[in-house]
């Protein structure tokens, strides 16, 4: 028996349409090698084609009552629960990682779509007393226009979400450039969104290369606002390309997360959270812990709980609810992965488990790793300065809190960082120190969730913020509106 492989379209001004040119390439099932379908390879007519119909929509959507916009939203937020395992088995099958993660990643979809609903129904601006009698003035939230968003594979659903929900809610219009590696999640959030009402050109998806589909949005004179999430060197890009123009860029880049465990640390609880944010998603969240810093006093100890919970986790492909760990996402971030191995061995730090591509039943067609450890890691090592974004975790031994802190703070990002400690002291100083966007206390790296902002400081981003309140910023505009009513010319700062 043959199965067919599927071919997928783009979807432009409310029509499902293959590339201008005919083009289309193929996604492979990291875990298999099994082709899952074929998706349309763009270029610059299409996208042109996408932000005409996001410009066009712009000038109906903008006037469409906030609350409605909300409506619509909160009827995503149905949709996607309804469809939630449908979802979760499309993202496991082409992006790789475990059902209970990726039913998790359409969670964080649900949960902005209804967060976003609500705020239809604020979009909160302000108003403040002026200087002048029979005077008001206010500040407003406005729409940018259209939005374009390119998006990573590591979170399918949830990214393109926490960048569409609120620049929606606000009013604007967008043209949705998914990884290549995970197209088919992305094109399912995008039927969901038709099918919820979403008037025709509010929502445009052009599938196919960075080079060509992301630049042509990067250049495109009608598109206000990029907001990528991706790799640094890719991000870098990006603004530099877009400064040109002066278009609103918010990115969200790598990290090097840490979690310190502290002498006074509980080590069961340390070894869960080290564990499930160092190797969960196979190291591929950019809140993955990548660095363990450790006070000495309990170094050795925690080692020997850790290793033979990493030598347990179980690799195989997500599908399997008894797999723990599922692959890489493809060949290249695999080598990738490989190589700063290499690189670790060659700096000098010591492989503890791990270090190689995973063999045996059912892992020979797939892109698997095996889960590493490193120990004697110097701060200043590139396993330990650099995003690896696989299962590599570098082990940093430390005298004191305040040389943890340091080494927190010293690398090129800062995302998210997390600190096990039982004294209060402690936490708050690392409230106060530790430079990071996000900071869980007795908890690992990873897990933020929608209602707060999230990003990070350094490298990791450009100041911006997506999810919570913070996350509508990027998508508006203020417009400060004074009236004065009191029937004269009343001249501020003059005759006040
Ligand atoms: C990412 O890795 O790009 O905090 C996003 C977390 C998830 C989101 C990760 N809620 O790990």
């Known amino acids: 028996m043959t199965t067919t492989v599927q071919t997928f379209q783009n979807f432009i001004g409310g029509k499902w349409q ?20 074929y998706f349309p390879l763009s270029s610059t007519a299409d996208v042109d084609a996408a932000v005409a119909s996001a410009r066009q929509a712009f000038e109906s959507w903008r006037l469409v009552p906030a609350p409605k916009r909300g409506q619509i939203l909160f009827r995503v937020g149905e949709l996607l629960s309804r469809h939630k395992e449908e979802l979760a088995r499309i993202m496991t099958r082409e992006m790789g990682k475990v059902l209970k993660e990726t039913r998790g990643d359409v969670q964080e979809g649900i949960d902005m779509a209804y967060y976003m609903a609500g ?24 729409p940018v226009g259209v939005v374009a968003c390119i998006t990573p594979w590591n ?11 609120p620049a929606l809610v606000a009013g604007n219009t967008i043209v949705l450039k998914p990884a290549s590696d995970t197209p088919q999640s992305a094109l399912r959030l995008v039927e969901i969104l038709q099918e919820a009402g979403l008037p025709e050109g509010v929502v445009n998806l052009v599938c196919g290369s960075g080079q060509e589909v992301g630049e042509a949005l990067i250049h495109h004179p009608a598109v206000a606002v990029i907001s990528f999430t991706g790799s640094t060197e890719s991000g870098r890009h990006v ?4 400064a040109q123009s002066l278009k609103r860029v918010s990115l969200e880049m790598g990290g090097k997360n840490a979690v310190i465990v502290l002498d006074d640390a509980d080590l069961e609880l340390a070894v869960e959270g080290i564990l499930w944010s ?32 990493i030598e347990q986790l179980r690799l195989g492909d997500g599908l399997d609810e008894q797999v723990d760990v599922g692959p890489v996402i493809n060949a290249s971030q695999l080598e990738k992965i490989h190589a700063y191995v290499e690189i670790g061995q060659g700096e000098g730090a010591t492989l503890v488990t791990g270090g190689a591509c995973a063999e045996g039943e059912g892992l020979t067609s797939g892109n698997f790793y095996r889960p590493t450890l490193f120990k004697d890691v110097r701060p200043e090592m590139r396993i330990a300065q650099e995003e690896i974004f696989g299962p590599v975790l570098s082990v940093i031994a430390v005298d004191t809190f305040d040389e943890a802190i340091k080494v927190n703070n010293q690398t090129p990002f800062g995302l998210s960082s997390a600190i096990y400690t039982q004294n209060i002291n402690n936490a708050q100083r690392a409230m ?39 996350g509508l910023d990027v998508f508006t505009e203020w417009k400060v509106v004074y009236t004065d009513y009191s029937g004269k010319l009343q001249k501020a700062q003059i005759d006040s």
């Open 278 to 309: 160092a190797y969960g998603t196979t190291g591929q969240r950019c809140t993955a812990c990548s660095r363990l810093i450790v006070q000495r006093g309990v170094h050795d100890h925690l080692l020997e709980k850790l290793l033979p919970r």
């Open 18 to 37: 293959a590339a201008r040119e005919g083009r289309t390439f193929a996604n492979y099932n990291p875990a298999t090698g099994e082709v899952l379908g």
């Open 239 to 242: 603004a530099v390309e877009a």
């Open 119 to 142: 705020e239809g129904r604020r979009l909160f601006g302000y108003t403040v007393p002026v200087e002048l009698p029979n005077k008001s003035g206010m500040a407003l939230r406005d």
């Open 155 to 165: 979170f399918p659903i949830a990214i393109p979400t926490w960048k569409m929900f």
């Open 432 to 470: 106060r120190d530790l430079t990071t966007g996000i900071l869980y206390i007795n908890s690992g790296t990873t897990g933020a969730e929608i209602q707060l902002p999230f990003g990070g400081t350094r490298g990791t981003g450009n100041g911006h913020r997506e999810a919570g309140i913070a």
